[in-house]
Protein backbone atom coordinates (compact mmCIF):
# COMPACT_ATOMS: atom_id res chain seq x y z
CA UNK A 1 0.00 0.00 0.00
CA UNK A 2 1.27 2.82 -0.98
CA UNK A 3 -0.24 6.77 -0.54
CA UNK A 4 0.62 10.03 -1.95
CA UNK A 5 -1.16 13.08 -0.94
CA UNK A 6 -1.72 14.88 -4.49
CA UNK A 7 -4.97 16.68 -4.17
CA UNK A 8 -4.24 19.76 -1.49
CA UNK A 9 -7.57 21.27 0.43
CA UNK A 10 -7.44 24.63 -1.54
CA UNK A 11 -7.56 22.35 -4.97
CA UNK A 12 -10.36 20.32 -3.52
CA UNK A 13 -12.44 22.96 -2.21
CA UNK A 14 -12.01 24.65 -5.93
CA UNK A 15 -13.06 21.36 -7.72
CA UNK A 16 -15.99 20.80 -6.00
CA UNK A 17 -17.13 24.16 -6.40
CA UNK A 18 -16.23 24.36 -9.51
CA UNK A 19 -18.05 21.11 -10.71
CA UNK A 20 -21.29 22.16 -8.33
CA UNK A 21 -21.26 25.35 -10.17
CA UNK A 22 -21.38 23.34 -13.33
CA UNK A 23 -24.15 20.84 -12.28
CA UNK A 24 -26.73 24.13 -11.59
CA UNK A 25 -25.39 26.23 -14.93
CA UNK A 26 -25.99 22.84 -16.98
CA UNK A 27 -29.45 22.57 -15.09
CA UNK A 28 -30.37 26.07 -15.52
CA UNK A 29 -28.68 26.24 -18.87
CA UNK A 30 -30.93 23.81 -20.48
CA UNK A 31 -34.00 24.83 -18.98
CA UNK A 32 -33.00 28.37 -20.87
CA UNK A 33 -32.26 26.83 -23.86
CA UNK A 34 -35.28 24.29 -24.19
CA UNK A 35 -37.37 27.00 -22.31
CA UNK A 36 -41.17 25.58 -22.01
CA UNK A 37 -43.81 23.58 -19.78
CA UNK A 38 -42.39 20.45 -18.96
CA UNK A 39 -39.80 19.46 -16.19
CA UNK A 40 -37.37 22.25 -16.62
CA UNK A 41 -36.78 24.73 -14.29
CA UNK A 42 -39.00 27.63 -14.76
CA UNK A 43 -37.85 30.06 -16.87
CA UNK A 44 -38.12 33.16 -14.82
CA UNK A 45 -36.19 31.65 -12.02
CA UNK A 46 -33.24 29.86 -14.31
CA UNK A 47 -32.32 33.26 -15.29
CA UNK A 48 -31.24 34.52 -11.90
CA UNK A 49 -29.79 31.58 -11.09
CA UNK A 50 -27.77 30.46 -14.01
CA UNK A 51 -25.99 34.63 -14.10
CA UNK A 52 -25.03 34.61 -10.29
CA UNK A 53 -23.59 30.71 -11.00
CA UNK A 54 -21.79 32.10 -14.23
CA UNK A 55 -20.68 34.78 -12.21
CA UNK A 56 -19.07 32.79 -9.24
CA UNK A 57 -17.28 30.34 -12.12
CA UNK A 58 -15.94 33.20 -13.36
CA UNK A 59 -14.37 34.00 -9.53
CA UNK A 60 -13.49 30.54 -9.38
CA UNK A 61 -11.72 30.04 -13.07
CA UNK A 62 -10.20 33.32 -12.01
CA UNK A 63 -8.98 32.25 -9.07
CA UNK A 64 -7.60 28.62 -9.89
CA UNK A 65 -6.00 30.08 -13.41
CA UNK A 66 -3.64 32.90 -10.43
CA UNK A 67 -3.25 29.74 -7.98
CA UNK A 68 -2.15 27.30 -9.75
CA UNK A 69 0.28 28.13 -11.90
CA UNK A 70 2.58 29.24 -8.57
CA UNK A 71 1.41 26.82 -6.35
CA UNK A 72 2.96 23.03 -6.37
CA UNK A 73 0.40 21.93 -8.49
CA UNK A 74 1.29 23.50 -11.43
CA UNK A 75 4.13 20.74 -11.79
CA UNK A 76 1.06 18.33 -13.02
CA UNK A 77 0.13 20.29 -16.08
CA UNK A 78 3.57 20.92 -17.80
CA UNK A 79 3.75 19.02 -20.75
CA UNK A 80 6.31 16.57 -22.14
CA UNK A 81 5.78 17.77 -25.27
CA UNK A 82 8.50 15.29 -26.22
CA UNK A 83 6.81 12.18 -25.22
CA UNK A 84 3.66 13.09 -25.31
CA UNK A 85 2.20 11.53 -28.66
CA UNK A 86 3.68 8.19 -27.44
CA UNK A 87 2.08 8.53 -23.51
CA UNK A 88 -0.93 9.67 -25.48
CA UNK A 89 -1.45 6.54 -27.59
CA UNK A 90 -0.16 4.33 -24.89
CA UNK A 91 -2.72 5.71 -22.70
CA UNK A 92 -5.57 5.45 -25.59
CA UNK A 93 -4.95 1.85 -26.87
CA UNK A 94 -4.92 1.30 -23.08
CA UNK A 95 -8.78 2.49 -22.95
CA UNK A 96 -9.53 0.71 -25.94
CA UNK A 97 -8.08 -2.47 -25.62
CA UNK A 98 -5.98 -3.04 -22.49
CA UNK A 99 -8.59 -1.98 -19.92
CA UNK A 100 -10.92 -5.32 -21.27
CA UNK A 101 -7.25 -7.60 -20.73
CA UNK A 102 -6.15 -6.88 -17.67
CA UNK A 103 -3.53 -5.29 -18.82
CA UNK A 104 -1.60 -3.12 -16.61
CA UNK A 105 -1.97 1.09 -16.26
CA UNK A 106 0.45 2.28 -18.97
CA UNK A 107 1.07 5.32 -16.15
CA UNK A 108 2.27 5.40 -13.00
CA UNK A 109 1.06 8.13 -10.63
CA UNK A 110 3.57 9.67 -9.08
CA UNK A 111 4.22 12.57 -6.53
CA UNK A 112 5.85 14.66 -9.55
CA UNK A 113 3.64 13.57 -11.85
CA UNK A 114 -0.73 13.04 -11.03
CA UNK A 115 -1.91 13.40 -14.63
CA UNK A 116 -1.16 10.92 -17.64
CA UNK A 117 -0.86 12.60 -21.13
CA UNK A 118 -4.11 12.56 -21.99
CA UNK A 119 -5.67 13.83 -18.63
CA UNK A 120 -3.38 16.45 -18.90
CA UNK A 121 -4.32 17.64 -22.32
CA UNK A 122 -8.27 16.90 -21.61
CA UNK A 123 -7.79 19.48 -18.58
CA UNK A 124 -5.69 21.82 -20.42
CA UNK A 125 -8.64 21.97 -23.02
CA UNK A 126 -11.16 22.39 -20.71
CA UNK A 127 -9.86 24.82 -18.89
CA UNK A 128 -7.90 26.81 -21.08
CA UNK A 129 -9.49 26.05 -24.14
CA UNK A 130 -12.84 26.19 -23.30
CA UNK A 131 -13.51 27.63 -20.10
CA UNK A 132 -12.68 31.11 -21.30
CA UNK A 133 -14.99 31.00 -24.62
CA UNK A 134 -17.54 30.04 -22.22
CA UNK A 135 -16.95 32.71 -19.36
CA UNK A 136 -16.29 35.66 -22.09
CA UNK A 137 -19.39 34.89 -24.20
CA UNK A 138 -21.80 34.42 -20.48
CA UNK A 139 -20.46 38.39 -19.79
CA UNK A 140 -21.22 38.92 -23.32
CA UNK A 141 -24.76 38.39 -22.68
CA UNK A 142 -24.64 40.66 -19.08
CA UNK A 143 -23.16 43.19 -20.91
CA UNK A 144 -24.71 43.28 -24.62
CA UNK A 145 -26.12 46.88 -24.06
CA UNK A 146 -22.04 48.33 -24.75
CA UNK A 147 -21.12 45.69 -27.60
CA UNK A 148 -21.21 46.64 -30.46
CA UNK A 149 -24.27 45.88 -32.99
CA UNK A 150 -22.51 43.98 -35.60
CA UNK A 151 -19.45 42.30 -35.57
CA UNK A 152 -18.19 41.14 -39.03
CA UNK A 153 -21.61 42.15 -40.61
CA UNK A 154 -23.49 39.49 -38.17
CA UNK A 155 -25.65 40.49 -35.47
CA UNK A 156 -22.71 40.42 -32.17
CA UNK A 157 -25.63 38.76 -29.72
CA UNK A 158 -26.04 35.79 -32.09
CA UNK A 159 -22.21 35.44 -32.27
CA UNK A 160 -22.03 35.60 -28.66
CA UNK A 161 -25.03 33.22 -27.99
CA UNK A 162 -23.28 30.41 -30.46
CA UNK A 163 -20.01 30.52 -28.53
CA UNK A 164 -21.82 29.94 -25.57
CA UNK A 165 -24.12 27.51 -26.73
CA UNK A 166 -20.62 25.71 -28.77
CA UNK A 167 -18.49 25.97 -25.71
CA UNK A 168 -21.04 24.85 -23.32
CA UNK A 169 -21.94 21.86 -25.13
CA UNK A 170 -18.28 21.12 -25.47
CA UNK A 171 -17.90 20.97 -21.60
CA UNK A 172 -21.12 18.97 -20.79
CA UNK A 173 -19.26 16.11 -23.21
CA UNK A 174 -15.87 17.11 -21.11
CA UNK A 175 -18.07 16.24 -17.80
CA UNK A 176 -19.61 13.35 -19.10
CA UNK A 177 -16.26 11.77 -20.44
CA UNK A 178 -14.55 13.12 -16.72
CA UNK A 179 -17.06 11.27 -15.02
CA UNK A 180 -16.71 8.21 -16.50
CA UNK A 181 -12.87 8.15 -16.86
CA UNK A 182 -12.21 8.53 -12.77
CA UNK A 183 -14.05 5.44 -12.31
CA UNK A 184 -10.73 4.01 -14.29
CA UNK A 185 -8.55 3.90 -11.60
CA UNK A 186 -6.78 1.45 -9.76
CA UNK A 187 -10.67 0.56 -8.78
CA UNK A 188 -13.96 2.77 -9.81
CA UNK A 189 -13.53 4.50 -6.66
CA UNK A 190 -10.23 5.36 -6.00
CA UNK A 191 -10.19 8.68 -7.67
CA UNK A 192 -13.33 9.51 -6.21
CA UNK A 193 -11.83 9.06 -2.84
CA UNK A 194 -8.28 11.18 -3.60
CA UNK A 195 -10.82 13.83 -4.82
CA UNK A 196 -12.16 13.64 -1.66
CA UNK A 197 -9.33 13.12 0.75
CA UNK A 198 -6.44 14.47 -0.55
CA UNK A 199 -5.12 10.98 -0.49
CA UNK A 200 -3.92 8.78 -3.80
CA UNK A 201 -3.92 5.23 -2.90
CA UNK A 202 -2.39 2.45 -4.52
CA UNK A 203 -2.96 -1.17 -4.14
CA UNK B 1 -67.01 53.64 -50.26
CA UNK B 2 -69.75 51.95 -48.58
CA UNK B 3 -71.28 55.03 -46.84
CA UNK B 4 -71.11 56.20 -50.25
CA UNK B 5 -73.37 52.81 -51.07
CA UNK B 6 -75.55 53.36 -47.28
CA UNK B 7 -76.13 56.91 -47.22
CA UNK B 8 -75.71 58.31 -50.57
CA UNK B 9 -79.26 60.27 -50.04
CA UNK B 10 -80.27 63.28 -49.96
CA UNK B 11 -78.64 63.80 -52.92
CA UNK B 12 -76.83 66.92 -52.59
CA UNK B 13 -74.88 66.72 -55.02
CA UNK B 14 -73.05 69.80 -54.32
CA UNK B 15 -69.04 70.86 -54.94
CA UNK B 16 -68.00 70.12 -51.69
CA UNK B 17 -67.78 74.10 -49.97
CA UNK B 18 -64.58 73.04 -48.60
CA UNK B 19 -62.51 72.96 -52.25
CA UNK B 20 -60.61 75.51 -53.75
CA UNK B 21 -62.67 76.85 -56.82
CA UNK B 22 -60.54 77.05 -58.84
CA UNK B 23 -59.81 73.58 -59.37
CA UNK B 24 -63.02 73.04 -60.17
CA UNK B 25 -61.99 74.73 -64.00
CA UNK B 26 -58.87 73.35 -64.21
CA UNK B 27 -60.33 69.69 -63.70
CA UNK B 28 -62.76 70.04 -67.27
CA UNK B 29 -60.94 69.75 -69.85
CA UNK B 30 -60.70 66.04 -69.17
CA UNK B 31 -58.59 64.34 -71.78
CA UNK B 32 -59.86 61.07 -72.04
CA UNK B 33 -58.41 58.04 -70.29
CA UNK B 34 -56.43 56.60 -73.39
CA UNK B 35 -55.00 60.14 -73.16
CA UNK B 36 -54.15 59.94 -69.91
CA UNK B 37 -52.45 56.63 -70.02
CA UNK B 38 -49.76 57.77 -72.87
CA UNK B 39 -48.81 60.93 -70.87
CA UNK B 40 -48.77 58.75 -67.02
CA UNK B 41 -47.50 55.37 -67.54
CA UNK B 42 -48.09 53.10 -64.54
CA UNK B 43 -45.25 54.33 -62.09
CA UNK B 44 -46.60 56.33 -59.13
CA UNK B 45 -46.93 54.46 -56.20
CA UNK B 46 -50.15 52.27 -55.81
CA UNK B 47 -52.72 53.26 -53.29
CA UNK B 48 -54.30 50.08 -52.96
CA UNK B 49 -52.53 46.69 -53.36
CA UNK B 50 -53.89 43.96 -55.17
CA UNK B 51 -52.56 40.80 -55.92
CA UNK B 52 -48.75 41.35 -56.52
CA UNK B 53 -48.63 38.75 -58.63
CA UNK B 54 -49.00 40.74 -62.73
CA UNK B 55 -47.14 43.41 -62.95
CA UNK B 56 -49.18 46.36 -64.06
CA UNK B 57 -47.67 47.35 -67.55
CA UNK B 58 -50.00 49.30 -69.10
CA UNK B 59 -53.61 48.00 -69.80
CA UNK B 60 -54.30 46.50 -72.98
CA UNK B 61 -56.74 48.40 -75.29
CA UNK B 62 -60.05 47.36 -74.48
CA UNK B 63 -59.03 47.51 -71.12
CA UNK B 64 -58.31 51.57 -71.80
CA UNK B 65 -62.19 52.07 -72.98
CA UNK B 66 -64.33 51.54 -69.80
CA UNK B 67 -65.05 55.62 -69.08
CA UNK B 68 -65.18 56.13 -73.29
CA UNK B 69 -67.77 53.51 -73.32
CA UNK B 70 -71.83 53.32 -73.11
CA UNK B 71 -73.07 56.55 -70.62
CA UNK B 72 -69.79 56.60 -69.17
CA UNK B 73 -68.83 59.88 -70.56
CA UNK B 74 -72.09 61.79 -69.03
CA UNK B 75 -71.32 60.20 -65.73
CA UNK B 76 -67.32 61.89 -65.87
CA UNK B 77 -69.45 65.11 -66.75
CA UNK B 78 -70.36 65.40 -62.94
CA UNK B 79 -67.68 62.64 -61.87
CA UNK B 80 -64.48 63.87 -62.94
CA UNK B 81 -64.87 67.25 -60.96
CA UNK B 82 -62.10 67.30 -58.22
CA UNK B 83 -64.33 68.08 -55.15
CA UNK B 84 -67.62 67.01 -56.31
CA UNK B 85 -68.79 65.39 -52.71
CA UNK B 86 -71.86 65.85 -50.22
CA UNK B 87 -71.62 65.86 -46.65
CA UNK B 88 -73.87 62.87 -45.24
CA UNK B 89 -76.62 63.54 -42.78
CA UNK B 90 -76.35 61.19 -40.57
CA UNK B 91 -72.20 61.17 -39.99
CA UNK B 92 -71.68 64.84 -40.78
CA UNK B 93 -68.38 63.21 -43.25
CA UNK B 94 -67.84 64.63 -46.21
CA UNK B 95 -68.52 61.68 -48.88
CA UNK B 96 -66.26 62.41 -51.87
CA UNK B 97 -67.60 61.57 -55.29
CA UNK B 98 -64.97 61.91 -57.82
CA UNK B 99 -63.42 59.59 -59.89
CA UNK B 100 -59.75 60.44 -60.96
CA UNK B 101 -59.92 59.80 -64.58
CA UNK B 102 -56.14 58.64 -64.70
CA UNK B 103 -56.17 56.39 -61.65
CA UNK B 104 -59.36 54.74 -63.18
CA UNK B 105 -57.86 54.26 -66.35
CA UNK B 106 -54.54 52.71 -64.54
CA UNK B 107 -57.17 50.31 -62.59
CA UNK B 108 -57.35 46.66 -63.09
CA UNK B 109 -61.41 47.79 -63.39
CA UNK B 110 -60.14 50.10 -66.37
CA UNK B 111 -61.98 48.56 -68.63
CA UNK B 112 -65.42 48.57 -67.01
CA UNK B 113 -67.92 51.33 -68.01
CA UNK B 114 -69.95 53.07 -65.03
CA UNK B 115 -73.42 50.88 -66.07
CA UNK B 116 -70.94 47.71 -65.92
CA UNK B 117 -71.39 47.81 -62.08
CA UNK B 118 -73.56 50.66 -61.58
CA UNK B 119 -76.97 49.04 -63.45
CA UNK B 120 -79.96 50.74 -61.86
CA UNK B 121 -81.44 54.46 -61.69
CA UNK B 122 -78.60 56.60 -62.26
CA UNK B 123 -80.38 57.76 -65.32
CA UNK B 124 -81.86 60.46 -63.02
CA UNK B 125 -80.41 63.73 -61.48
CA UNK B 126 -79.88 64.48 -59.07
CA UNK B 127 -79.61 60.64 -58.32
CA UNK B 128 -82.37 58.71 -56.42
CA UNK B 129 -81.30 57.41 -52.62
CA UNK B 130 -82.47 54.05 -53.52
CA UNK B 131 -80.03 54.31 -56.59
CA UNK B 132 -77.50 54.15 -53.69
CA UNK B 133 -78.17 50.48 -52.61
CA UNK B 134 -77.56 48.59 -55.16
CA UNK B 135 -75.95 45.38 -54.28
CA UNK B 136 -72.11 45.21 -55.41
CA UNK B 137 -71.20 41.84 -55.44
CA UNK B 138 -67.53 41.50 -56.10
CA UNK B 139 -67.48 37.64 -55.79
CA UNK B 140 -69.65 37.09 -58.19
CA UNK B 141 -68.80 39.34 -60.76
CA UNK B 142 -65.34 37.92 -60.45
CA UNK B 143 -66.18 34.44 -60.20
CA UNK B 144 -68.29 34.87 -63.37
CA UNK B 145 -65.46 36.49 -65.35
CA UNK B 146 -63.31 33.69 -64.03
CA UNK B 147 -65.13 31.42 -65.43
CA UNK B 148 -65.19 33.20 -68.91
CA UNK B 149 -61.49 34.30 -68.92
CA UNK B 150 -58.99 32.24 -69.44
CA UNK B 151 -55.45 34.28 -69.20
CA UNK B 152 -55.97 33.94 -65.40
CA UNK B 153 -56.49 37.99 -65.50
CA UNK B 154 -59.92 37.68 -63.38
CA UNK B 155 -59.20 36.33 -60.11
CA UNK B 156 -61.73 34.48 -58.24
CA UNK B 157 -62.35 36.06 -54.95
CA UNK B 158 -63.96 32.82 -53.65
CA UNK B 159 -61.08 32.04 -51.25
CA UNK B 160 -60.46 35.71 -50.45
CA UNK B 161 -64.24 35.57 -49.30
CA UNK B 162 -64.20 32.74 -47.33
CA UNK B 163 -61.27 33.98 -45.46
CA UNK B 164 -62.86 37.50 -45.23
CA UNK B 165 -66.11 36.12 -43.76
CA UNK B 166 -64.12 34.72 -40.16
CA UNK B 167 -62.40 37.89 -39.86
CA UNK B 168 -62.67 40.44 -36.89
CA UNK B 169 -63.66 43.29 -39.67
CA UNK B 170 -67.03 41.65 -40.34
CA UNK B 171 -67.73 40.85 -36.82
CA UNK B 172 -67.11 43.91 -35.48
CA UNK B 173 -68.37 45.96 -38.45
CA UNK B 174 -71.25 43.97 -39.35
CA UNK B 175 -72.39 43.19 -43.13
CA UNK B 176 -71.43 47.25 -43.99
CA UNK B 177 -68.16 45.90 -44.65
CA UNK B 178 -67.16 44.84 -47.65
CA UNK B 179 -64.61 44.21 -50.27
CA UNK B 180 -64.66 48.24 -50.73
CA UNK B 181 -64.33 49.71 -47.27
CA UNK B 182 -60.29 48.62 -47.90
CA UNK B 183 -60.17 48.09 -51.50
CA UNK B 184 -60.79 51.47 -53.66
CA UNK B 185 -62.44 49.55 -56.69
CA UNK B 186 -61.68 53.10 -59.06
CA UNK B 187 -58.10 52.57 -58.13
CA UNK B 188 -57.07 48.94 -57.31
CA UNK B 189 -54.23 47.97 -58.97
CA UNK B 190 -51.84 45.38 -57.69
CA UNK B 191 -48.47 46.24 -56.87
CA UNK B 192 -45.69 46.03 -59.28
CA UNK B 193 -43.94 42.81 -58.53
CA UNK B 194 -40.53 44.73 -58.38
CA UNK B 195 -41.08 47.64 -56.13
CA UNK B 196 -38.87 48.02 -53.17
CA UNK B 197 -40.37 46.29 -49.78
CA UNK B 198 -40.52 50.26 -48.11
CA UNK B 199 -43.10 50.90 -50.65
CA UNK B 200 -44.61 47.44 -50.44
CA UNK B 201 -45.06 47.61 -46.43
CA UNK B 202 -46.36 51.64 -47.06
CA UNK B 203 -48.63 51.04 -49.47
CA UNK B 204 -50.24 47.59 -47.78
CA UNK B 205 -49.95 49.84 -44.30
CA UNK B 206 -51.82 52.88 -46.08
CA UNK B 207 -54.89 50.76 -46.61
CA UNK B 208 -55.04 49.92 -42.60
CA UNK B 209 -54.28 53.41 -41.75
CA UNK B 210 -57.00 54.95 -44.23
CA UNK B 211 -59.40 53.45 -40.89
CA UNK B 212 -57.18 52.71 -38.17
CA UNK B 213 -55.76 56.86 -38.39
CA UNK B 214 -54.54 56.77 -34.39
CA UNK B 215 -52.24 53.54 -35.19
CA UNK B 216 -49.69 56.47 -36.63
CA UNK B 217 -49.75 58.78 -33.74
CA UNK B 218 -46.38 58.11 -30.98
CA UNK B 219 -48.14 55.42 -28.85
CA UNK B 220 -50.54 53.26 -30.88
CA UNK B 221 -53.26 52.34 -29.18
CA UNK B 222 -52.50 48.65 -28.20
CA UNK B 223 -49.08 48.51 -29.03
CA UNK B 224 -47.43 49.67 -25.89
CA UNK B 225 -45.86 46.82 -25.49
CA UNK B 226 -44.08 46.75 -28.80
CA UNK B 227 -40.42 48.51 -29.00
CA UNK B 228 -40.26 51.50 -31.71
CA UNK B 229 -43.68 51.48 -32.89
CA UNK B 230 -42.90 53.72 -35.43
CA UNK B 231 -40.00 51.84 -37.01
CA UNK B 232 -42.29 48.38 -37.18
CA UNK B 233 -44.92 50.15 -39.00
CA UNK B 234 -42.40 50.89 -41.92
CA UNK B 235 -41.10 47.55 -42.19
CA UNK B 236 -43.29 45.38 -41.61
CA UNK B 237 -47.28 45.10 -42.60
CA UNK B 238 -49.86 44.88 -39.99
CA UNK B 239 -51.13 42.16 -41.35
CA UNK B 240 -47.68 40.26 -40.77
CA UNK B 241 -49.05 40.37 -37.41
CA UNK B 242 -52.41 40.55 -37.09
CA UNK B 243 -53.68 38.35 -39.89
CA UNK B 244 -54.00 34.45 -39.56
CA UNK B 245 -51.41 33.05 -41.89
CA UNK B 246 -52.15 32.70 -44.92
CA UNK B 247 -51.41 29.79 -47.71
CA UNK B 248 -47.24 30.58 -48.26
CA UNK B 249 -47.82 29.56 -51.90
CA UNK B 250 -50.23 32.18 -52.38
CA UNK B 251 -49.34 36.22 -53.42
CA UNK B 252 -51.90 37.88 -51.26
CA UNK B 253 -51.82 38.07 -47.92
CA UNK B 254 -54.60 36.21 -45.88
CA UNK B 255 -57.95 38.20 -45.63
CA UNK B 256 -58.69 36.68 -42.31
CA UNK B 257 -57.80 39.85 -39.79
CA UNK B 258 -57.49 38.49 -36.42
CA UNK B 259 -58.69 40.48 -33.07
CA UNK B 260 -56.08 42.01 -31.34
CA UNK B 261 -55.82 39.20 -28.80
CA UNK B 262 -55.35 36.78 -31.31
CA UNK B 263 -52.50 38.65 -33.46
CA UNK B 264 -48.67 37.73 -33.00
CA UNK B 265 -46.97 38.68 -30.31
CA UNK B 266 -43.71 36.94 -30.08
CA UNK B 267 -41.01 39.13 -31.01
CA UNK B 268 -38.97 35.91 -31.41
CA UNK B 269 -40.71 34.55 -34.53
CA UNK B 270 -40.02 37.42 -36.68
CA UNK B 271 -36.67 38.49 -34.93
CA UNK B 272 -34.76 35.54 -34.89
CA UNK B 273 -34.76 35.01 -38.73
CA UNK B 274 -31.94 36.94 -39.03
CA UNK B 275 -29.17 37.92 -36.88
CA UNK B 276 -28.82 41.49 -36.88
CA UNK B 277 -32.92 41.69 -36.13
CA UNK B 278 -31.97 39.15 -33.12
CA UNK B 279 -29.38 41.79 -32.52
CA UNK B 280 -31.95 44.76 -32.42
CA UNK B 281 -34.20 43.34 -30.10
CA UNK B 282 -31.60 42.06 -27.69
CA UNK B 283 -29.77 45.47 -27.03
CA UNK B 284 -33.31 47.23 -26.60
CA UNK B 285 -34.78 44.73 -23.94
CA UNK B 286 -31.10 44.63 -22.07
CA UNK B 287 -31.11 48.94 -22.28
CA UNK B 288 -35.04 48.68 -20.65
CA UNK B 289 -33.82 46.21 -18.13
CA UNK B 290 -30.72 48.33 -17.30
CA UNK B 291 -32.85 51.37 -16.71
CA UNK B 292 -35.25 49.97 -14.78
CA UNK B 293 -33.24 48.06 -12.65
CA UNK B 294 -29.75 49.12 -12.72
CA UNK B 295 -26.16 47.24 -13.95
CA UNK B 296 -26.09 44.36 -11.20
CA UNK B 297 -29.82 43.80 -11.38
CA UNK B 298 -29.21 43.13 -15.28
CA UNK B 299 -26.51 40.96 -15.03
CA UNK B 300 -28.26 38.72 -12.45
CA UNK B 301 -31.91 39.20 -13.75
CA UNK B 302 -31.05 39.56 -17.65
CA UNK B 303 -34.61 39.36 -18.83
CA UNK B 304 -33.39 40.38 -22.02
CA UNK B 305 -32.11 37.00 -22.78
CA UNK B 306 -34.11 35.61 -25.79
CA UNK B 307 -35.68 32.01 -25.97
CA UNK B 308 -35.31 30.37 -28.24
CA UNK B 309 -32.70 32.31 -30.19
CA UNK B 310 -30.25 29.90 -30.84
CA UNK B 311 -32.63 27.18 -31.29
CA UNK B 312 -32.49 25.45 -34.67
CA UNK B 313 -34.50 22.10 -34.32
CA UNK B 314 -31.93 20.35 -36.58
CA UNK B 315 -28.87 21.20 -34.36
CA UNK B 316 -30.45 20.50 -31.49
CA UNK B 317 -31.45 16.91 -32.49
CA UNK B 318 -27.94 16.46 -33.93
CA UNK B 319 -26.68 17.98 -30.77
CA UNK B 320 -28.57 15.65 -28.16
CA UNK B 321 -27.87 12.96 -30.24
CA UNK B 322 -24.35 13.01 -30.18
CA UNK B 323 -24.55 13.36 -26.28
CA UNK B 324 -26.79 9.72 -27.05
CA UNK B 325 -24.05 8.08 -28.99
CA UNK B 326 -21.65 9.46 -26.50
CA UNK B 327 -23.45 7.51 -23.31
CA UNK B 328 -24.55 4.65 -25.41
CA UNK B 329 -20.47 3.64 -26.03
CA UNK B 330 -19.45 4.63 -22.21
CA UNK B 331 -22.20 2.71 -21.02
CA UNK B 332 -21.09 -0.70 -23.74
CA UNK B 333 -17.31 0.62 -22.56
CA UNK B 334 -18.72 -0.15 -18.92
CA UNK B 335 -20.18 -3.34 -19.61
CA UNK B 336 -17.07 -4.69 -21.21
CA UNK B 337 -15.09 -3.84 -18.50
CA UNK B 338 -17.50 -5.83 -16.54
CA UNK B 339 -17.16 -8.75 -18.10
CA UNK B 340 -13.67 -8.52 -18.39
CA UNK B 341 -13.50 -8.46 -14.59
CA UNK B 342 -15.89 -11.36 -14.24
CA UNK B 343 -13.67 -13.49 -16.35
CA UNK B 344 -10.75 -12.60 -14.33
CA UNK B 345 -12.33 -13.04 -10.85
CA UNK B 346 -13.83 -16.70 -12.44
CA UNK B 347 -10.19 -17.26 -13.55
C1 LIG C 1 -19.77 16.25 -10.48
C2 LIG C 1 -18.83 16.40 -11.33
C3 LIG C 1 -17.38 16.02 -11.14
C4 LIG C 1 -16.81 14.96 -10.49
C5 LIG C 1 -17.51 13.84 -9.70
C6 LIG C 1 -15.39 15.09 -10.65
C7 LIG C 1 -14.47 14.21 -10.15
C8 LIG C 1 -13.09 14.36 -10.25
C9 LIG C 1 -12.11 13.45 -9.73
C10 LIG C 1 -12.45 12.19 -8.98
C11 LIG C 1 -10.90 13.92 -10.03
C12 LIG C 1 -9.56 13.28 -9.68
C13 LIG C 1 -9.07 12.47 -10.83
C14 LIG C 1 -8.15 13.25 -11.70
O1 LIG C 1 -7.33 14.01 -11.17
O2 LIG C 1 -8.28 13.09 -12.93
C15 LIG C 1 -11.09 15.15 -10.75
C16 LIG C 1 -10.07 15.96 -11.20
C17 LIG C 1 -10.26 17.10 -11.93
N1 LIG C 1 -11.48 17.60 -12.37
FE1 LIG C 1 -13.27 16.91 -11.88
N2 LIG C 1 -15.13 16.21 -11.40
C18 LIG C 1 -16.32 16.79 -11.71
C19 LIG C 1 -16.51 17.93 -12.46
C20 LIG C 1 -15.48 18.67 -12.98
C21 LIG C 1 -15.65 19.84 -13.78
C22 LIG C 1 -16.99 20.43 -14.15
C23 LIG C 1 -14.43 20.31 -14.10
C24 LIG C 1 -14.03 21.50 -14.91
C25 LIG C 1 -14.56 21.97 -15.93
C26 LIG C 1 -13.48 19.42 -13.52
C27 LIG C 1 -12.13 19.57 -13.64
C28 LIG C 1 -11.21 18.76 -13.05
C29 LIG C 1 -9.78 19.00 -13.07
C30 LIG C 1 -9.08 20.20 -13.74
C31 LIG C 1 -9.18 17.98 -12.35
C32 LIG C 1 -7.71 17.82 -12.07
C33 LIG C 1 -7.40 18.67 -10.87
C34 LIG C 1 -5.93 18.57 -10.47
O3 LIG C 1 -5.60 17.53 -9.94
O4 LIG C 1 -5.22 19.52 -10.77
N3 LIG C 1 -14.14 18.42 -12.84
N4 LIG C 1 -12.43 15.37 -10.87
Redesign the pocket.
Known amino acids: MNQLYL?PLW?RLW?WL??AL??VLIATGVSLHYAGPGWLIPFSSAVPVHNTAGILLTLSWLLFVIVNPRSS?AR?YRLQLRTLPGELWRQLHYYLHGIFTDAPHPFNVSARR??NAL?QLS?WG??VGL?PILILSGWGFLLSPWLPATLFGVGTIWLVAIAHLASSWL?VL??IV??YM?TTGATPWS??H??LTGWHTEP | MSLLRQSLLPLLLTLSLAAPIGAVGADLAWPGPTASLTTNPVAAPVEDPGVTGTAAAAPADHVVAGLARDDSPACMRCHRIVNLAYRDQDTAAVVDLRIAADDYARSVHAGLACGDCHARGYRHYPHRVSSADEDLDCTGCHREQAGRETGGKVRDLDSIAAEFRQSVHLEVAGPGFSCDACHDVHRFQPLPRDVGIDTAVRTHNGVCLQCHQDQTLDQPPGHDWLPRPERHRQAVRCIDCHAAPGDPQRQYPSHQVLPAAASARDCVTCHRRSSTLLNQLYTYRSQQALRASGWLNQALYNDAYIVGMTRSPTLDRISLIIIALLLAGIAAHASGRYHAYRRQRQA
Open positions: YLHNAFLNHKLQYALMLFVHLINLAM
